[in-house]
């Protein structure tokens, strides 16, 4: 009984008022440390996006596909003169088609 | 529904015959003894390519990579390195016919109704015509070689039907050539790549369609890949306009053809079908074209007369093919 009747006595409007604003900075810091964190982790999600997306953004500014790697269409290694040719031409044959009489196992046309 | 047989004429070539994405698939081999292990090569391949390249399954890769270009629009996203391979394909030849041959004309394709198996397109589709308006255009495909990676525009649609039936071919021969140590001829719709051939090559026929066996043009291929484009075989009823499969990116229409059929030989089969089918598009000034890239070719025109380039040999039959220089 005496000991809450001092207790009651050591708080007094000062003290309340102190407790009050502590609080309030207390929760102030708390939300300004949330905000920090959040922003930075958007900054870094963001830096990833840009990261990805640029490479692609970055290839459609050169229409002439110069920042695309090509294979040739000659992907095959099929003994033709095309495994030669340079990847940003459409490749001859070797030899061109001769006449022939013999007769045609497959026939080449519209499908 | 799918058959072996030998060659007739000849000592030692099989053929082996199947039909798959609603044409003919055909094989033929310099030892009848590889027929077997060949065809599962062959099996592999177009199993692969059809899971990464198909705009009809709904589960194949690149119908997944265009959901997630919607999803995340300017994201360039890793692909498979086949994937990569076949969209960079695309992309180079673009590239090299200035445009004629266009991988995003999907939609457009989409909008003429062929969205499905062209066996359910043949018989007609019940819509309108679309209004003309320009595909894409192949320079919003981004393609990231450091990251493997491939951005595309929301809402574009891939079709790599202009390179990517002749890609398949070029691997398949290509792997069985390498596995099997014998000439191979593999042929998908009449697009044909060839290794290993033997001595005076691979007698081929060339036909306005595929498969035409009453043909008398022949030629000898003996290496690299031979094409044949035209507008004879996959076309159709769009509401009451005939319309066909070889979109003019500049209208995302069919092209008013010049030319019935286009046939090509290039030093491979992805080089050959790419400029047979700019040929088409470019319409009178490809015999030019072709010439000044040294690409033999046969072009027969609508009314049926028959032009050749590029040393291209002339017709075995009577009614000779002119050469560009007697045009």
Known sequence: MSSARSTRRQTSPDQVVRRRRDAALDR?????KTVAV???AAVAAFGIYL???LPGHAATSHPSGSTVSPSNGN????GDSGAGQSPSDLAPPSSPPAQSQQQAPVVSGSS | MADTALVAGYRNLAVYRTTRWSTSVELVVTDPRAVAPATAILRRQLDRVEQV??????DSEIVQLQKASTRFPSWAQPV???????????????ALTDGAVDPTVGSALCDLGYDRDFSAVAGGVDRPLPAARPVPGWQTVTVDAERRAVGLLPGTVLDLGATAKAWAADRACAAIAGQLDCGVLVSLGGDLAVANAPDGGFSVGIADVCGDQTTSVQVSVASGGLATS???RRHWMLGQHPVHHLVNPETGQPVDSYWRTVSVAAGSCVDANTASTAAIIKGVGAVTWLEERSLPARLVRTDGLCLTAAQWPADT??????RSADR
């Open chain 1, 38 to 40: 959040a922003s930075v």
């Open chain 1, 51 to 53: 990261s990805r997306a």
């Open chain 2, 230 to 232: 035209g507008t004879g």
């Open chain 2, 80 to 94: 498979s390195d086949d994937l990569y391979e076949a969209v960079t394909i695309a992309v180079r030849a673009a």
């Open chain 2, 53 to 58: 390249a198909s705009r009809f399954r709904p």
């Open chain 1, 75 to 78: 992907t095959s290694t099929n």
């Open chain 2, 317 to 322: 039959h009577d009614g000779a093919a002119l």
């Open chain 1, 28 to 32: 102030a810091r708390s939300i300004t």
